[in-house]
């Protein structure tokens, strides 16, 4: 599982790191007061998972699963693909997401866990999708036209040859997701920005 920090852009993040210089031993145990009071607030009860809930990030665990497979290719020349392994299982990823999900509600002090929270479990879910392929394929499921993706020709069409080989997205032009795997991601019902990431 991984959760993508956008990095900083400005010189004021690298000043802000020069003046903390020497102060490290008390920002740390300041850290581990406040990380500490906030677990400690959490509660003894684990927040409730509704089975909807636990539908829809199974349902984003096993496209997850699929999206993030390594496909093998050759070292040399036009580097064709050469295997495509097995999936992983989703189980491991659909108990992280859930443990991550419930983790957050605990956290809130909540008997249950909200949208907001299924929602910042579904960030980090299509945060550990490689991120070259992860940005082929959220324009794709989006709509967007390859222009968009905004990363070199060879490697958009070479994240796009292994989408195909996994059975993730069709060979069209337009390509879209499989019918199958549209499923999965309308069964999860994921919103990025305020907006659907599989528009109906």
Known sequence: MQLRWHRPDSPEAGQR??????????IRRELRTTIGNLFGGSGDSTPKLSSRAERRLASLAELVAIARTHVIRGNYGSREIEYVP???ANTRISKGLAAIAK??????????????????AFRVALDSIQDTRR???LPIVQGRALDTFGLPRTVAIREIEELQA???????????????????LEAADIVVDGVPLLKS
């Open 17 to 26: 790191a020069i003046q903390q210089q020497g102060s490290e031993d008390v």
């Open 86 to 88: 097995e999936a992983e």
């Open 103 to 120: 983790g957050i509600a605990a956290l809130s002090g909540k008997k249950s866990v909200t949208e907001q929270d299924l929602q910042d």
């Open 135 to 137: 940005k082929v394929l």
């Open 166 to 184: 996994l059975g993730l997205i069709t060979g069209d032009r337009p390509c879209r997701l499989t019918d199958a795997k549209a499923e999965l």
